[in-house]
């Protein structure tokens, strides 16, 4: 069956940066585009970017361009999402997301990991 | 981008009631919609695409409709598992989500 998995938990200080990864299984990894999605503390949903997992295309979203880096790793079917300067206005819960069509990217997500805890404090 | 508003932003329901939740977009975006819930601790699960279409495995009491600025989703008949958020997402552009709907117990 289709699965992501992520890495754990991180405590972060304000300027540094944080790399989470998402391991997949039970798809062809390199057919498919992974989003990221990310949710601060009591808070709504809100779309950072996509990488095709077989050549590493990605498309951020602009609030994210310049700090956010998302790369595959086609040896292992993992993705990666760094983002650096951190501050506590990025302590959420990081998702990495399926998207269903492998055709085309239709920028919904049928498949997420359990998510990543990012805790930005001094 | 496209603003996704949602309404009400909590429910209160009894188990066995119809519940509607409204989404409005700032622009048209068609029938690209998408619905999905999420339970406390939890990542979201993808409930309904294209407005109208209800994804593999998605019980039948769970219905959309709309297209171009306003959508709905409705709960023919609330089950103990539909306690939960429910998010709205716009696809026609970039994503954007709806701000949250709180379906609680009565």
């Known amino acids: 069956q289709v699965q992501l998995v992520q890495s754990g938990a991180e405590v972060k200080k304000p300027g540094a940066s944080v790399k989470v990864s998402c391991k997949t299984s039970g798809f062809t990894f390199s057919n498919y585009y992974i989003h990221w999605v990310r949710q601060a503390p009591g808070q709504g949903l809100e779309w950072m970017g996509i990488?095709?997992?077989?050549?590493?295309?990605?498309t951020y979203a602009q609030k994210f361009q310049g700090r956010v880096t998302m790369t595959s790793d086609t040896s292992t079917s993992t993705v990666y999402m760094e983002l650096t300067s951190l501050s506590s206005e990025d302590t959420a819960v990081y998702y990495c997301?399926?998207?269903?069509?492998?055709?085309?990217?239709?920028?919904?997500?049928?498949?997420w990991g359990q998510g990543t805890l990012v805790t930005v404090s001094s | 981008d496209i603003q996704m508003t949602q309404s009400p932003s909590t429910l209160s329901a009894s188990v066995g009631d119809r519940v509607t939740i409204t989404c409005r977009a700032s622009q048209s975006i068609s029938s690209w919609l998408a619905w999905y819930h999420q339970k406390p601790g939890k990542a979201p699960k993808l409930l309904i695409y294209?407005?109208?279409n209800l994804e593999s495995g998605v019980p039948s009491r769970f219905s959309g409709s709309g297209s171009g600025t306003e959508f709905t989703l409705t709960i023919s008949s609330l089950q103990p598992d539909d306690f939960a958020t429910y998010y709205c997402q716009q696809y026609k552009d970039y994503p954007t989500f709806g701000g949250g709907t709180k379906v609680e117990i009565e």
């Open positions: 294209k407005a109208s």
């Open positions: 997301a399926r998207d269903p069509n492998y055709e085309w990217i239709l920028y919904i997500f049928d498949y």
């Open positions: 990488i095709n997992a077989g050549g590493g295309l990605t």
